[in-house]
């Protein structure tokens, strides 16, 4: 499956985020999205050290956007927290890394055209920013 939860309690936070001037803590990001607060830390963990988001500690600490929402593309969070790549079908980017095997690769007609729709979803979410997302 292309979006997990874990992206889409990615693109619910960091549009959360985005609309507060002031860093958002994991406890009011989870109570105000109805997210299981200990996901959404490692969610968030991820989205920082991707460079997405900014960590401050302290009692005032939470999380900022580290750039401008123009500047962060959905294919940018979902690649930031999916820990597989997220492909639309489990075919590979090369005909070479087939999980059938290079014999099954040889014979594959279908994958020439799962990459071209692969490719076209990756630009369709590349096209798509977080400011675009604020302001549907």
């Known amino acids: 499956m292309l979006l997990t939860k874990a992206s889409e309690y990615a693109l619910l936070s960091i549009a959360l985020i985005a609309k507060n001037d002031d860093p958002q803590d994991t406890e009011t990001l989870a109570s105000a999205l109805n997210i299981p607060k200990s996901f ?3 969610i968030l963990q991820a989205l920082a050290r991707n460079d997405i ?3 401050y500690k302290g009692a005032k600490g939470g ?3 580290s750039k401008l929402p123009s500047e ?3 294919l940018d969070v979902i690649k930031s927290v999916e820990t597989k790549s997220a492909n639309v079908f489990e075919c590979s980017d090369s005909q070479n890394d087939c999980p059938g095997g290079e014999q099954k690769a040889s014979c594959c007609s279908i994958w020439p055209y799962l990459n071209k729709l ?3 979803v990756d630009d369709f979410l590349v096209s798509i920013t ?3 997302l604020l302001e549907s």
């Open 40 to 42: 959404l830390a490692k």
């Open 53 to 55: 988001l900014i960590s």
């Open 63 to 65: 999380f900022a956007l």
């Open 72 to 74: 962060i593309t959905i």
């Open 118 to 120: 692969q490719s076209k």
């Open 130 to 132: 977080l400011e675009d």
